[in-house]
């Protein structure tokens, strides 16, 4: 569930990098430590199989690595599997694995560890979520030889190759696997450029260059071993401290960067800003239909005709964040978006009220039906939503309020955040979640992502059960014809966005401030985590 950070900038501010960073001006250089600071939450478990957030990818993407990933095209390309091959009738993939390497803690990558990480991932007691939703029709992982899996599926799976690019569901050895889990998630195992040697909770992780590494995905800017010697991983919540320090020149890279820090940093000719939005959904508010007011579609929709979003994005964003109509990102191809649904109106969202029977009001001017008050529970997570965002939450409040709605903003932490989603208390919430690939469509809004994972999660936020959006779902799931994918992802979009289950409001937002010493550095074109791997510091 990789949930954590707010909406995505879509505008390249002018003096802002937009990807990858920079060119390197002279020869890398190696060794030196870079201090990473972070606004995400610290994760509870540095195993991303484990639960599966987007704290955990950051950091994940520097130890771990992926079968495969995917080009800067949305091309997917090779990585710890250097070929692979599926069966005609799509139930069947088998994968060759790069011969040479090795876990760090000297277990040999091969067939068996594939095997091992799928069991892992799919084991109910690792408490997966977006793991184990992304493999959830992989039935078995056999070895034919040393370097080869292959993979048995119970339903064709188009997104199997995207699913497989995710930090989520990277290569750990499978001798720490064996560990406990608290020992897992302390200090993971995997192949990549840097190891975990120390987790100070609540302050940092230092991570340490991995000298023998040689398994770079394929557009990698160059061979062996990272240049860095190390990496420091901050913690530092407050977005302010944040910016002060990689001013200061006491961190080099932050991110979760506020809007107008990005405006100011533009000025700065020691500063550039790396934008990455990230696949899969859009950030949006997901109206639960499950319970009332929001069972009724009327309500659903007067609630959405009387946020104004634009005007929000437009005083909180400056420019940094594009206003989105679409349940998918817009960097996602098959996107459908439909801005006329969305309209700010209040005479409309009157209209629809007295139709759906709210057509008293108290003193407070809320609207009243047979002595209920129209109010609306929204918990928001302050790990998740950057300042700005939970502003913009305050500013639909107030014009929500017009139309006669009571919403309770509750700041929870992470914590309290999933408790209050797991007992369904709640009619909105703000929930971004991560996949690559239009896929993500079936993990949102398939009646079956109304039941939870093992980790307890569940991704269908917006309760939707719609037989026919199910079978939509399914049938673009299975489908390896472009244009008829294309056609059923559009269908289901239309039967998302017509029913006003959510209301969307822009990309995740993501992106990196780095001092101009960073030479480098990029963001994965998989879910747009940082990878340090190529990146140097400029004496």
Not at 128 to 139: E, I, P
Not at 493 to 511: H, S
Request: proline letters at 7%.
């Amino acid at each position: 569930m990789p949930l954590l950070a707010a909406a995505a900038v879509t505008a390249v501010l002018a003096g802002c990098t937009a990807s990858p960073a920079s060119p390197a001006t002279s020869t890398p250089v190696a060794g030196g430590t870079l201090v990473y600071a972070t606004g995400d939450a610290e994760p509870t478990c540095l195993d991303p199989h484990v639960g599966g957030n987007y704290p955990q990818a950051l950091v994940a993407t520097q130890y771990l690595e992926s079968l495969v990933s995917r080009d800067s095209t949305g091309k997917i390309i090779p990585w710890l599997a250097t070929s692979w091959t599926t069966s005609a009738d799509g139930l069947s993939w088998d994968f060759t694995l790069k011969n040479g390497v090795t876990f760090t803690d000297g277990t040999p990558f091969d067939a068996a560890a594939v095997a091992a990480n799928v069991a892992h991932v799919q084991n109910p007691s690792t408490a997966s979520s977006t793991g184990y939703l992304a493999l959830a029709k992989v039935t078995s992982v056999t070895a034919p030889d040393a370097h080869t899996a292959h993979f048995t599926l119970s339903q064709p799976d188009s997104a199997l190759l995207e699913s497989l690019s995710m930090p989520w569901v990277a290569m750990e050895s499978p001798t720490a696997l064996k560990r406990s889990q608290a020992d897992n998630c302390a200090s993971p195992v995997g192949t990549g450029p840097f190891t975990v040697t120390a987790w100070n909770r609540q302050q940092s992780i230092t991570l340490t260059r991995n000298d023998a590494y040689n398994s770079p995905p394929a557009d990698a800017a160059h061979q062996g071993p990272a240049y860095l010697q190390s990496i420091e991983w901050r913690f530092l919540p407050d977005s302010a401290s944040r910016y002060a320090a990689l001013q200061a020149g006491t961190v080099d890279v932050i991110d979760n960067v506020q809007p107008d820090t990005i405006v100011q940093a533009q000025k700065s000719s020691d500063l550039s800003y790396l934008s990455a939005p990230r696949p899969g959904a859009s950030d949006r508010i997901e109206l639960n239909s499950s319970i009332a007011p929001f069972d009724d579609a009327n309500v659903r929709e007067a609630f959405i005709r009387s946020a104004d979003v634009n005007d929000a994005v437009t005083s909180l964003f400056f420019g940094t964040a594009t206003r989105s109509y679409s349940a998918l990102s817009s960097i996602e191809p098959l996107g459908y978006s439909e801005p006329g649904i969305f309209g700010y109106d209040q005479a409309a969202a009157a209209t629809l009220l007295d139709k759906a029977g709210w057509t008293d009001r108290n003193t407070d001017g809320y609207r009243v039906k047979n002595g209920q008050v129209l109010e609306l529970k929204f918990p928001v997570s302050t790990n998740q939503s950057i300042p700005a965002e939970q502003s913009l939450f305050e500013q639909l409040q107030a014009t929500s309020k017009q139309a006669g709605f009571k919403v309770d903003l509750e700041p929870l932490d992470l914590s309290s955040w999933y408790g209050a989603l797991g007992s369904n208390s709640y009619n909105l919430v703000s929930a971004p979640y991560t996949k690559v690939g239009p896929d993500v469509l079936r993990t949102l809004f398939d009646s079956a992502s109304t039941k939870p994972a093992p980790s307890g999660y569940f991704a269908n936020h917006a309760q939707v059960t719609n037989p026919t959006l199910d079978d939509l779902l399914t049938r673009a799931s299975q489908s390896s014809d472009a244009t008829e994918r294309a056609s059923l992802y559009t269908q289901a979009q239309k039967i998302v966005l017509e029913g006003f289950y959510i209301l969307p409001l822009y990309d995740q937002q993501n992106g990196y401030l780095q001092r101009s010493v960073v030479k480098g550095l990029r963001a994965m074109p998989t879910v747009s985590t940082p990878t340090l791997y190529d990146t140097w510091l400029q004496k």
